[in-house]
């Protein structure tokens, strides 16, 4: 069944679309929910704010998911080991952000033991300033307490595992609704098993997860503003 998922997969024109159904594929393990809290408060997390959002907002908030991620890792390099292959099989929009994934990765791949002085310097030098920064800004920490520099190591990680479950969850749903109108255009047995697999890792990740405490960061520090 799996091979020929894959098989099916390589006939899907749209690279984004093949690229979700491959991702689909994968086993991930879904992490522990985070414990931490800010300032004295409890962070209850949703998963409303794609659905509650307008298509500019929705766009916003997973690029902004998608800078946290980055940022916790060029802040924190030695988390490369833990992230690292899940962020190499994401992709990103727009472009020069993944182009930007792409090169951090490049970098911590050629050396693991670069801290984040030394990995910031090489990303400069690589003619990455301008998405450096962007990635650094403190729109982004506004967003993501744990992802500035000097935070705990632990605390980083738990940020980002929590960042990557709702990025995660949030792209199964398109997933889901891209699967069910392809099943319903061609009801061939692999359209059907892909979206059986996509439910099946929906329902896997909700039991994984358990009762979650962290709201979405992005999510909630749009509301306190």
Same mark, same amino acid.
């Given at each position: 069944?799996?091979?020929?998922?894959?098989?099916?997969?390589?006939?899907?024109?749209?690279?984004?679309?093949?690229?979700?159904?491959? *991702? /689909? #594929? @994968?086993?991930? =393990?879904? $992490?522990?929910?985070?414990?931490?809290?800010?300032?004295? !408060?409890?962070? %209850?997390?949703?998963?409303?704010?794609?659905?509650?959002?307008?298509?500019?907002?929705?766009?916003?908030?997973?690029?902004?998911?998608?800078?946290?991620?980055?940022?916790?890792?060029?802040?924190?390099?030695?988390?490369?080991?833990?992230?690292?292959?899940?962020?190499?099989?994401?992709?990103?929009?727009?472009?020069?952000?993944?182009?930007?994934?792409?090169?951090?990765?490049?970098?911590?791949?050629?050396?693991?033991?670069?801290?984040?002085?030394?990995?910031?310097?090489?990303?400069?030098?690589?003619?990455?300033? *301008? /998405? #450096? @920064?962007?990635? =650094?800004? $403190?729109?982004?920490?506004?967003?993501?307490?744990?992802? !500035?520099?000097? %935070?705990?190591?632990?605390?980083?990680?738990?940020?980002?595992?929590?960042?990557?479950?709702?990025?995660?969850?949030?792209?199964?749903?398109?997933?889901?609704?891209?699967?069910?109108?392809?099943?319903?255009?061609?009801?061939?047995?692999?359209?059907?098993?892909?979206?059986?697999?996509?439910?099946?890792?929906?329902?896997?990740?909700?039991?994984?997860?358990?009762?979650?405490?962290?709201?979405?960061?992005?999510?909630?520090?749009?509301?306190?503003?």
């Amino acid at each position: 069944l799996h091979q020929r998922m894959k098989d099916h997969a390589r006939k899907i024109d749209d690279s984004l679309v093949r690229r979700h159904f491959l *991702d /689909a #594929l @994968d086993k991930r =393990l879904w $992490p522990d929910r985070l414990k931490k809290r800010q300032g004295g !408060r409890d962070w %209850t997390p949703s998963m409303d704010l794609e659905s509650a959002a307008g298509p500019a907002a929705q766009v916003d908030a997973a690029l902004r998911r998608q800078q946290i991620l980055l940022a916790v890792l060029v802040t924190h390099p030695e988390l490369f080991d833990d992230v690292g292959e899940r962020l190499g099989s994401l992709a990103f929009s727009p472009p020069e952000l993944d182009k930007f994934r792409q090169e951090v990765l490049k970098n911590l791949i050629g050396d693991s033991g670069l801290d984040s002085a030394a990995l910031e310097r090489q990303l400069r030098n690589s003619g990455y300033s *301008d /998405a #450096l @920064d962007s990635v =650094l800004s $403190p729109r982004v920490f506004e967003h993501a307490f744990f992802a !500035r520099p000097g %935070t705990d190591p632990g605390t980083a990680l738990e940020g980002w595992e929590e960042t990557f479950a709702l990025c995660r969850k949030i792209g199964l749903r398109s997933e889901i609704e891209e699967a069910r109108r392809r099943l319903a255009e061609d009801t061939s047995a692999e359209n059907r098993d892909y979206l059986r697999a996509l439910k099946k890792e929906a329902r896997q990740a909700v039991q994984d997860d358990g009762e979650p405490r962290w709201d979405d960061p992005v999510r909630a520090s749009a509301k306190e503003r």
